[in-house]
């Protein structure tokens, strides 16, 4: 499908095949436009340390898995594993 340019060697926009073009660039245009509209991950609020602020959401989220996985490092079964490594 070979676009018709004009003597300037610009693309003649008054051909079908350059409408069609254009038509096709708009629908590209438009699906990127729509995949960037997902809801971005929550990103961590940080204190000016740059520690994770342990009173937001997020941040009581990551305690509580902190915790679990301390607590889970001392338990008789990784005790043993410890031991005999």
């Known amino acids: ?6 003597a300037a060697g610009k693309m003649d926009k008054r051909t079908k095949e350059y409408k069609e073009l254009k038509e096709r660039l708009a629908k590209a245009r438009a699906a ?23 009173r937001t959401k ?3 989220a ?3 898995r902190m915790a679990k996985a301390r607590k889970a490092q001392n338990s008789l ?7 005999f490594k």
């Open 62 to 64: 990551v305690c509580e």
């Open 58 to 60: 997020e941040g009581k």
């Open 32 to 54: 990127k436009a729509g995949s960037k509209a997902k809801p971005k991950q929550s990103v961590l609020k940080k204190t000016k340390s740059g520690k994770v602020d342990k």
């Open 1 to 6: 499908m070979a676009v018709k340019t004009t």
């Open 77 to 83: 079964s990784n005790r043993l594993k410890r031991l």
